[in-house]
């Protein structure tokens, strides 16, 4: 696919993308845009569609309806080599005869590329991901991350317009894993190609990505920067997914002005009354005397911060996040205040109500 | 319970020693005994083929061979078409052979990773006439190829056999083994479906392959029927058929007869002690490791 | 990164009959490499299998000869099917001989394997001996049986004779059909014994050693765990055994010619004879050999039907 050199839209277009198994729904009408160098991550539970979408976009299944464009041209009709993308898959998908420095080429070599041009490239891919040494090696001779670095090497060579990735961290070591993050994320900032990376790990996506594509069931949540995501979730999903421990939830109605339920909470002026679910991250719950009176079931240190668990009076569960070194222990008595600014107030289908206080 | 008996731990285990050597003796015995009732008639056989004609009929039977007589051997290999026979068994063996290992894979390969309409179908068509042999069918098939006028040529031996669903079956097996996305990885690095085939696929099935090779080769080694009314000359006539036909010219000479079953088995016999290794032991794993 | 909207950039751009258009181009595409691939076996398979299938039936309903002329006759060569003798006793006995050797091939395959699953040492040696005969063409293994079966020196009179008995007629009509399926067992047995010990071998160890600390003796283990948890293993060799014991011909021909006289006819040796020996009777010998695929029909169904009900699969 001749990459139209003044092309300056969006990398990636979706437009109602939708792909139904016989009477199963795997997405329902996905709108999504890309802008050139962006790294997105398709974040969601599994069996949320992230994995389906990837595909779709990779050609390598066909959609039901809808359309996506990639560098401005249609590709739906196009086949995978012909869309200028490449990939890397969950399990590698290493062709095991083959030798490291076969695998890398083997993309160049199937478009024609003669030989020497072909070594210089995977010699350069080779050496960025200090696979030098494995070059004559099989698949079954490397270790998982080697492999791994294989897969994006593979990748790498053929200089897609964009990078397909499908939780290719996930066969990793926790250790392993955390470096190959930073390691993704500086070659994404050397090599600056658009990017979309499916995880269902949201520590992954909030440090990786400079978009998040939120998913369940098929349907987007939301789009929008790790922190908006954060700071502004658009619904309960995107709430309790996003962030760990979850934020504290308390369903209940505002009635003359206040929240009444598990807990009783000012709220933000000009709020209609009815059902609503209040929420609040842990680290926003202040401590302070004259507040709500709460009693402390667990104290869970991890380290920097302590997470307290404890209950009010009425039995309604919430966790606070404290300094690491706190003296708090189980049994103690706190008094708790939800400041009115972090306050995030959801309808009673779940969607977030906008409230003018706001920070 | 050792101590219930009066025995102590040690005794109890040297008895269970014994028995266990007992028992194992007894399986050498039966099986031996098994083994020697099934090779022995080889050996009779191949003791007939080196006596002329008086000692064969002479009691009580000589059990060795000494001296030999080759004279069996000559009369089959010089005034019979034995060569011949063994040549045509051995080339259309080796067609069939060749033809099916591709024919099948390719098949096996769509049935089991591209999705077209009346895959289904077809696949159920096969596995429901997988067991339907050509002897049932040799009125019509030979109607039909006598039609096309191949009756008696090397074709009407190679492409019968290749209707056998066995090996598409057995290649859609093998190849549904191979991971989704090796095949997803080469049509992205650009592979049409052939390139996918012929240089991803089939290096990593070689193990079944082989074992497809084995099962086509002894089985048209072995075919009869067909050979029989499908070749009328004698120069086309395969090694069984040749064989069959000494026995209802040739009145009664064991010697000969004898000669010929002994030549007949040095192929396979060849054939199979040199692929025992990969034949009789279980590893077929190797490439199709996930 | 400034471009913000991040739903509905607007709607489709091309017309849902373009997109039907190309959608066609793509999924045909598809259908024809997908048959490209199939279609040189599947060929093979429709002229050389399928269509003489349906050429039996066809064949089965008419009357004549190969070759000459042939006529309608519906079912009539099924109905005369018992008052012609050749037919009828083709269908006999190719009845009992499978009879005769598939259980005791059978029988005789699971007893090797239960030992050779258990000896110790040497199973490879006996494998390859066991397995011998099954190497050998039909042919080959009648006219090694020939000789053995002869009257004067062959080697089973010349036992029974050290034995102190009377010469025995081997292929005499009483006995004929019994030794062809003895010869039968002969060869098979080890197909089908190396074919058990893989079974046994699968079989998950803890169901004995847990029997053998409850006091199991050797043949109730073998009654209550070893045959129940073979039963579907048994049950598929039993089924193809039999399809191929339904197919014998060439040891038949071989061996004694088909007889005396129709003793060891079978019912593709049958078919043979009425293809090249009569002249009218091709409409018989398509009925005979409509039977025996329906036979084999029937029995692959069967199986079918009860290797899915169980669990599925394999």
Known sequence: MTRPDAYSGPAIELIEVAKHYGKTTVLDGVNLTVAPGEFIALLGPSGCGKSTLLKLIAGLDELTSG?????????????????????????????????????????????GIDRDIVRGKVETAANLLQLGAQLDRFPDELSGGQRQRVALGRA????????LMDEPLSNLDALL?????????RLHKRVGRTTIYVTHDQVEAMTMANRIVLMKSGVIQQVGTPAELYATPANVFVATFVGSPPMNLFTGRIENGVFRGPIEAAVPSGLKPGLVTLGIRPEHVEIRNGGLPAVIDVVERVGPDSFLRARTAEGAALTVRVDGATRAKEGDRIDVRFPLEHLRLFDDAGNRIATVEES | MAEAIGLNAEQHARLRLRRRRWKEFGRHVVLGLVAFILVAPFYYVLLASLKDSTEIFSYPPKLLPIPPYFGNYRDLLWDTGFLRWMFNTLFVATSVTVLKVFLDSMAGYALAKIDFTGKRIVFLLMLILLMV????????????????GLINTYLALILPPLANPLGAILMRQFILGLPRDLENAARLDGLSEFAIYWRIVLPLIKPGLVVLAVIIFTDQFMSFTWPLIATTSDELQVLTVGIAALRAHGGANYGLWSASAVMSLVPIGIFFFVLQRQFLARSLAGALKQ | MGLAAATRPGGLRLSAEEHRRLRRKARLRRELTGWAFLAPMFACFVIFLVLPVMGTVWWSLRSGGLGGETKFVGLKNFIDLPDTVGAAAAITNTLVFALISVPSILIGALAIALLLARIERGGSIYRFLIYFPVLVPGVVAALIWLFMTNVDFGLFNQAVKALGGKPIIWLGADHALTVLAILDVWRNVGYWALFFVAAIIGLPKELYQAAELDGASAWSRLRYLTLPLLRRIIFFAVVVATIWGLQVFDTALVLTSGGPGTATTTVIYRVWLYMFGATNKIGTASAISLVLIIAI?????????????????D
């Open chain 2, 133 to 148: 042999p050509i002897g049932a069918l040799i009125v019509p098939l030979w109607s039909l190829v006598s039609s096309f």
């Open chain 1, 177 to 185: 894993r955390v470096e190959m993050r930073a390691e993704l994320v």
């Open chain 1, 67 to 111: 359309e996506i464009h990639i560098a401005g041209r249609l590709a739906n009709y196009l086949k995978p080599a012909q869309r200028d993308v490449a990939m890397v898959f969950q399990n590698y998908a290493l062709y095991p005869h083959m030798t490291v420095a076969e695998n890398l080429g083997f993309p160049l070599k199937m478009s």
């Open chain 1, 156 to 163: 790498i060579v053929r200089e897609p317009y964009v990078f």
């Open chain 3, 297 to 313: 029909l029937l029995l692959t169904l069967v199986q079918m039907r009860l290797l899915r009900g169980r669990g599925g699969g």
